[in-house]
């Protein structure tokens, strides 16, 4: 029996470093697990869509796939926006079997990536309880994704750095300028960024100037097709191919 495809579902964007990125991620996947056939779909504004790699699988005749959304956390389109999209190409391909996987955060495996994308722009292991950190989505109206980004920073805290604020380019405060100004109000004098966020685009070129126009001593990059994002994907994949059973009492 084959494995069910993976069908990775990215956002999409205008801006050709997002999808650029996505495909490089998707192709780690590939190598760190070459017999599983890895697809990638977009909500919006590249190609292919989702609804049009579903229907070119069901075609070739696959009958499991498996749709992972390529978001940290569970806001509208894991709520909302994949879960419709996949309902539709179920009614519509019936004997196709869609599972949608969990969201990939939070994980250790992100804060993993994360710390590397810091410690790549130049923060040194030893700087971390001298340094203040900003951790910056890019920010939603759903109050259990913001809530999800509270509670990594919080953790983060507890893993040696001087203080750690979380920071939102959008839909939510504090910007990233603001915590990272706040930062420097309660004295310290290394404030470093990381962007939690996956792909460049319009959310992350915002971070990045509130950054540096806030004097931030150090950028990191965004998370990108990191060899941990790549691990946490195939694990998110793993975990929606085991039958999930109900527990039973003796």
Request: charged residues 25%; positive net charge.
């Amino acid at each position: 029996m084959s494995s069910p495809v993976l069908l990775v579902i990215a956002h999409g964007s205008r801006d050709p470093r997002h999808a650029a990125t996505v495909h490089a991620l998707t192709a780690r996947v590939r190598a760190l697990r070459p017999g599983l056939r890895v697809e990638t779909g977009f909500l919006d504004f590249n190609a292919p869509s989702v609804p049009r790699v579903l229907e070119r699988l069901a075609a070739e005749g696959t009958d499991d796939v498996v749709a992972l959304p390529l978001l940290l956390t569970r806001a509208f389109h894991a709520k909302a926006d994949i879960p419709a999209v996949l309902r539709e190409a179920q009614a519509r391909l019936g004997r196709l079997r869609i599972r949608q996987a969990d969201v990939l955060g939070p994980s250790p495996l992100l804060n993993a990536a994360l710390e590397r994308r810091l410690h790549e722009a130049g923060l040194r292991p030893g700087d971390r309880s001298s340094t203040g950190l900003v951790l910056a989505s890019a920010g939603s109206t759903d109050p259990e994704a913001i809530a999800v980004i509270a509670e990594i920073a919080r953790e983060l805290r507890h893993t040696g750095w001087c203080a750690v604020r979380p920071a939102f380019a959008s839909a939510s405060l504090p910007r990233t300028e603001d915590a990272v100004r706040a930062l420097r109000a309660e004295g310290l004098r290394r404030v470093a960024v990381a962007p939690y966020v996956i792909a460049p685009g319009r959310l992350p070129d915002r971070i990045a100037a509130g950054a540096r126009e806030a004097g931030a001593d150090v950028l990191a990059d965004v998370l990108g097709p990191s060899r941990e994002l790549a691990r946490l994907l195939l694990r998110r994949y793993d975990e929606a191919c085991v039958p999930r059973v109900a527990a039973l009492t003796a």
